[in-house]
């Protein structure tokens, strides 16, 4: 019944810039949080921002300044504007909605498949 379909990832210099998109069905998600996620090898999953239903927002403190959390409620859609890229960004995204914007990522109930975004020096 619900989905979330993550894309835009792809691989990028230092400095370089990148737009990913989750797209949202069987699911108003208006009405409930939204986050990005990621996850690099052999390293725990990480909140790096959320977004709740009034549009407020949360960073992780590694990404604040550089990313940004966005999203278009007519659209279902959710946003990650990654700019300033470093290659310690490297990791898989993934895109979640949860009742409220959880901190622990195991109460988060539904996730995305994860979109590869690789950060090169």
């Known amino acids: 019944q619900v989905q979330l379909v993550e894309s835009g990832g792809g691989s990028v210099q230092t400095g370089g810039s990148l737009r990913l998109s989750c797209a949202a069905s069987?699911?108003?998600?208006?009405?409930?949080?939204m986050g990005w996620f990621r996850q690099a090898p052999g390293k725990e999953r990480e909140r790096i921002a959320t977004?709740?239903?009034?549009?407020?927002?949360v960073y992780a403190d590694s990404v604040k300044g550089r990313f940004t959390i966005s999203k278009d409620n007519a659209k279902n859609t959710l946003y990650l504007q990654m700019n300033s890229l470093k290659p310690e960004d490297t990791a898989m995204y993934y895109c979640?909605?949860?009742?409220?914007?959880?901190?622990?990522?195991?109460?988060?109930?539904?996730w995305g498949q994860g979109t590869q975004v690789t950060v090169s020096s």
């Open positions: 979640a909605a949860g009742h409220i914007c959880y901190s622990d990522f195991r109460y988060w109930g539904h």
């Open positions: 069987g699911y108003t998600f208006s009405t409930v949080c």
């Open positions: 977004i709740n239903s009034d549009g407020v927002t």
